[in-house]
T-cell receptor, first 115, second 110 residues
Framework: DGGITQSPKYLFRKEGQNVTLSCEQN?????MYWYRQDPGQGLRLIYYSQIVNDFQKGDIAEGYSVSREKKESFPLTVTSAQKNPTAFYLCASSIGGGVGSQPQHFGDGTRLSIL | GENVEQHPSTLSVQEGDSAVIKCTYS??????FPWYKQELGKGPQLIIDIRSNVGEKKDQRIAVTLNKTAKHFSLHITETQPEDSAVYFCAASGNNDMRFGAGTRLTVKP
């Protein structure tokens, strides 16, 4: 089955620690996205990548970093500079084009909490 | 940039009734409007979408209407079932930008 796999499902971070969230897709999609979801709010774009070895900041990139070394993988690192990292993180992919111009396929998310 | 407002934030209907969720957008350049359904602990799933060259689209019990002049679009679910209970998000995209509404929690009471 084609899809997007996010891991882990739950993650805990200590103060001053960097953590990395994994996102893998086998849909052969060119574009990949990371969103943050807070209670009662819509999805906010952190970073996106439209092609391998290239990525762009979204609306709330501060305190986060990404890499796109392979088409299938788009890991997100939540750095210690992100002061309020507790949230539900969603990874998505699409066939490409401009941001949001094509249907996006989402993973089932990673819930990050502060210890 | 684009701004999307979604109403209502919560909606409770009796099984078999219809449900309507409305969104407005601000950027006249927006040309793609998807709707996503998110169940508890899961990622959003696309349920229907519409592009700006179409006024209405229907898929079984789900329909979406778009009024470009007024800059609003709506999701209509007929003959609601308990499994329709979820959070629904609208989105608007164009000019390499995409914004989501804040979501509507739909509860269908059996």
């Amino acid at each position: 089955d084609g899809g997007i796999t996010q891991s882990p499902k739950y993650l805990f971070r200590k103060e001053g620690q960097n953590v990395t969230l994994s996102c893998e897709q086998n849909l052969n999609h060119d574009a990949m996205y990371w969103y943050r979801q807070d209670p009662g709010q819509g999805l906010r774009l952190i970073y996106y990548s439209q092609i391998v070895n290239d990525f762009q900041k979204g609306d709330i990139a501060e305190g986060y970093s990404v890499s796109r070394e392979k088409k299938e993988s788009f890991p997100l690192t939540v750095t210690s500079a992100q002061k309020n990292p507790t949230a539900f993180y969603l990874c998505a992919s699409s066939i490409g084009g401009g941001v949001g111009s094509q249907p996006q396929h989402f993973g089932d998310g990673t819930r990050l909490s502060i210890l | 940039g684009e701004n999307v407002e979604q109403h209502p934030s919560t909606l409770s209907v009796q099984e078999g009734d219809s449900a309507v969720i409305k969104c407005t957008y601000s950027d006249s350049a927006s040309n793609y409007f998807p709707w996503y359904k998110q169940e508890l602990g899961k990622g959003p799933q696309l349920i229907i979408d519409i592009r700006s060259n179409v006024g209405e689209k229907k898929d079984q019990r789900i329909a979406v209407t778009l009024n470009k002049t007024a800059k609003h679009f709506s999701l209509h679910i007929t003959e609601t079932q308990p499994e329709d209970s979820a959070v629904y998000f609208c989105a608007a995209s164009g000019n390499n930008d995409m914004r989501f509404g804040a979501g509507t929690r739909l509860t269908v009471k059996p």
